[in-house]
């Protein structure tokens, strides 16, 4: 829509200052757009009654033919504007394609809007702007509605005008998923990883047995060792080219490994779905911060053990061959994760048609297409810390005595933020920012040993310097926006060319 023939456009050029470029929008009798306000910006909404404006709290005008209201953009305004635009309202995406982007700075969300235009992928990829982990929160001290409210804040200065999901990550306990409901979230992420048994790939002969029959939380699982093997033994799952059969062998294999995980999952799923039903919030299952492959039998296992415990799941995360390592490109056989891909996508087409999902999906270049190929596109793209990074490239560039002491910190605290991630980067492998010029600190980012420093120790960085950042960011808005854009053009590109080639074909 073109601004001349857009009265809302109209109306917020008439009534506002320093109106925000493509935030003017109306729904349900009220005009909303955004305000330049300082180095922040302010909410505005506009009605022709004044009692249509009484979600909102601020500062209120008589502007002749509207009644006008402009406001913080706090929790409760942030909570009114969701109310008011039903697409910044949180819902479950089902298998579309789909991308997790996430902000451990609250600022990113503009940038990727501009990335989901940039690519096209606004029109064939759904967006989850809103994600972060239980653990993120911990250490950016961030809480799941502020996670909400600045993506919300973010789309709507951006103009985004397409659904939006919210992925509450890596949920261990039922207390996790009581406070994301209440935030509002619409993808509940349960990672049982803490229950995987990844000792079970060594069993061999009597030693596993006795595992399998002695190890597993039979009663959790409302089965039993006899029972298990009589439903699923010597079963074939249709992979298209070849069939999977499932050895009694690798069944007792995959009850040893996964057998706890999966009771997990079930009492996780059956205390949101006694609060919210499917259509008001939908499931993935994490199994991928674990130290062994999750083989293609194991993922047969966790589908139908999952399902006849009455779990609903929209996606799946494997542990895949090769490494998933935070803020770097994939490590390992590409040749033999295509393959892998192909046989988990094959697996969860045949048992559901369900995603696969990619964690640790951040910087992962040479994937994607592989990845998008293998899935056709039923795959579920999840980022997190590479934002941050790209923040601060921004201040590199601009402000080169933060980053170096940014650096110099993550240094420090690495060998104690490093203990709930599995990656190779080690501080001996980075150059002493001490003797770089400010032009060199950039290159560090383009290092593998420095970029997964810097990834594990964002906390500690925000703790002593989040208020420095975000006030550069804010300085440095459209520089911020910028990068983000390229770097996530790199990432949903390959996603986006899929479903091109589709239509095509």
Not at 10 to 32: E, F, K, Q, Y
Not at 347 to 354: D, R
Not at 402 to 422: P, W
Not at 443 to 452: F, G, K, N, T, Y
Request: proline share 5%; net charge negative.
């Amino acid at each position: 829509m073109t601004h001349d023939r857009d009265p809302a456009f109209d109306l917020a050029r008439t009534h506002g200052h320093g109106l925000v470029a493509g935030s003017a929008r109306s729904s349900g009798g009220l005009t909303i757009w955004a305000e330049r306000d300082g180095d922040g910006a302010r909410l505005a909404v506009a009605a022709a009654e004044p009692g249509a404006l009484s979600a909102f709290v601020g500062e209120r005008h008589d502007a002749g033919d509207v009644a006008l209201v402009r406001a913080a953009f706090d929790a409760p305004n942030l909570a009114a504007l969701r109310g008011a635009l039903p697409n910044l309202r949180p819902v479950p995406l089902g298998t579309l394609s789909s991308a997790g982007f996430g902000d451990r700075l609250g600022l990113a969300t503009p940038g990727h809007v501009d990335a989901m235009r940039a690519t096209g992928a606004e029109r064939s990829v759904a967006a989850i702007f809103a994600q972060q982990s239980m653990r993120e929160n911990a250490r950016t001290g961030r809480s799941p509605i502020q996670v909400l409210d600045d993506a919300t804040a973010g789309a709507f200065l951006a103009g985004w005008r397409h659904p939006v999901g919210a992925d509450a990550d890596h949920l261990k306990t039922e207390a996790d998923i009581d406070l994301c409901l209440t935030a509002g979230y619409s993808m509940f992420t349960i990672d049982p990883g803490d229950h995987v048994v990844d000792a079970a790939d060594d069993l061999q002969g009597g030693a596993l047995r006795e595992a399998f029959e002695g190890r597993v939380p039979w009663d959790a699982l409302e089965t039993s060792p006899s029972d298990l093997l009589q439903r699923l033994a010597e079963r074939s799952v249709d992979l298209g080219d070849r069939a999977l059969v499932l050895t009694p062998e690798a069944l007792e294999r995959a009850a040893v490994k996964y057998g706890a995980a999966v009771a997990h999952v079930a009492r996780m799923v059956r205390h949101l779905r006694s609060q919210a039903g499917p259509e008001r919030a939908e499931v993935e299952v994490s199994v991928d911060e674990t130290a062994t492959p999750t083989s293609l039998a194991e993922h047969a296992y966790l589908a139908l053990e999952l399902g006849r415990l009455g779990v609903d799941w929209v996606s799946l995360a494997p542990r895949f061959v090769g490494a998933f390592e935070k803020g770097v490109d994939y490590i390992g056989d590409l040749a033999a994760l295509a393959r892998d891909l192909q046989g988990h996508a094959r697996v969860a087409e045949a048992l559901g048609g369900y995603k696969l999902s990619l964690h640790s999906g951040s910087d992962k270049f040479a994937v994607y297409p592989i990845a998008a190929q293998a899935t056709g596109g039923r795959v579920h793209l999840k980022t997190a810390g590479t934002s941050y990074l790209e923040a601060l490239r921004v201040a590199g560039a601009t402000r080169p005595e933060l980053f170096r002491a940014v650096i110099q910190l993550g240094l420090e605290r690495f060998e104690h933020d490093v203990k709930s991630y599995h990656i190779s980067g080690r501080p001996a492998g980075v150059p002493d920012p001490a003797a770089l010029p400010g032009s060199a600190l950039l290159a560090l980012l383009e290092q593998r040993d420095a970029r997964q420093v810097l990834h594990v120790t964002f906390g500690s960085a925000l703790q002593r310097y989040g208020d420095d950042l975000r006030a550069l960011l804010r300085a440095h808005e459209d520089a911020y926006r910028a990068a983000l854009r390229r770097h996530f053009e790199r990432h949903l590109a390959p996603f986006v060319a899929l479903t091109h080639e589709e239509v095509r074909t």
